[in-house]
């Protein structure tokens, strides 16, 4: 599938033997930042590749990042494929993960318009809303329309709307339908695309939203060749 | 965060209309195709763009791409970031999935060694085996090894392995530490961290391995800055 990779086979014993200078240097760390200021780690790291010329010049510790605010993913967010995210719907507290994804469009399933914190997050970052309205999958009546949904694959297959978050409420059911029929399109088998679709629906798993992917005929859909991502 | 999408804002309505027009277009395909081959369907297609005009000639049905053979990926297999994979343990009927990936290692956390189907495929592949052989956590005695895990992290974090598939025997508990170590680095909240965690564990969520991913310390993590992946 590839060349063979240049770089020797891994070995772990090595790396045993590299962790346990790692502790060393940690316990050198401790000593020496006892009398700093904790807020102060990553100068203090510089400080500390002049004092002990024995560690590797381009091995960092990690505690450089570690005054990081942590970051909130949306619910149920998970990757798709390369340049394709999925979520529930995401709050003003996941802003600040979404931005390091440097994502390109959403992808939108609710019926509802975008309002307040989020509508301004996408005028901020200049992003493209790609708006396909869907009701749930709903006993008795309720069904996904399955026009919309094409039309939602079809701006998902083109990759200049990627990086894209798909988003609908919980991330379960209309996000997990789009998806399920994107797996198919790879041509997972249904096994794998349920147990896909139940790990992110859990014991809110819908029979409906499971018949939809199956019965859903992936040779009605048109979409443009030029702009398919590199992984289909 | 990016700079601005020169393509328009996607209209849904128009995407409706197309849809409609891919509509058409299918009908006249189907008219088209009674009397071909069905196994013909990619150069029927060609064809086609001949005899319809009127259809954009960049547009493809996907009909063309029915015949390949349906795809298995290996238990619980997801994206865990840009070239990085998890998974349950993969098997032979995997392995067309796991060629499309284009691996370039396999990071092995069983303490077994890997042997018949798996040995043979990281041989025709040319695959490195980066291998960390660890016990899962088991009450009351069985703690996975802090040092072991650590060094995987480090192996995982050189974007010179990737793309990489990081598997134990069911991608629950081994793999699941491993990538919530992983998203500690990340930054992810605790919270956000156990929710992915469970939804690969399931019923089988184990409180040992929670433990472990929010007592793991980061800052004693020490990889090598120059390769890290541009994700992190």
Not at 22 to 41: A, G, I, L, V
Not at 62 to 88: Q, T
Not at 177 to 199: H, N
Request: net charge negative; hydrophobic share 30%; charged share 25%.
């Amino acid at each position: 599938m590839h060349s063979a990779d240049p770089s020797p086979v891994h070995d772990p014993d090595q790396d045993q033997d590299q962790d346990q200078d790692q502790d060393q240097d940690q316990d050198q760390d401790q000593d020496h930042s006892d009398d700093q200021d904790h807020s102060d780690d990553h100068e203090d790291d510089h400080d500390d590749h002049d004092d002990h010329d024995q560690r590797q010049p381009d091995m960092v510790r990690f505690r450089a990042f570690s005054s990081v605010k942590p970051l909130v993913p949306p619910l149920n967010f998970a990757i798709v494929a390369p340049g394709v995210y999925r979520s529930g719907y995401p709050g003003k507290k996941n802003f600040p993960f979404l931005n390091k994804l440097g994502l390109k469009s959403i992808l939108y399933l609710c019926p509802e318009p975008y309002v307040g914190d989020n509508a301004q997050f996408i005028g901020d970052q200049t992003l493209s809303l790609l708006h396909f309205p869907i009701h749930g999958n709903k006993e008795p009546f309720t069904h996904i329309p399955a026009a919309t949904l094409r039309a939602a694959l079809v701006a998902l297959l083109d990759s200049r709307n990627h990086p894209l978050l798909i988003h609908c409420n919980k991330g379960k059911h209309r996000t997990g339908c789009l998806v399920g029929c994107l797996r198919k399109i790879q041509k997972w088998t249904v096994t794998s695309i349920f147990d896909e679709y139940q790990r992110f629906a859990g014991t809110k798993a819908r029979i409906l939203d499971q018949q939809f992917i199956e019965m859903f005929d992936t040779r009605e859909l048109v979409y443009l060749l030029e702009h398919r991502p590199q992984w289909l």
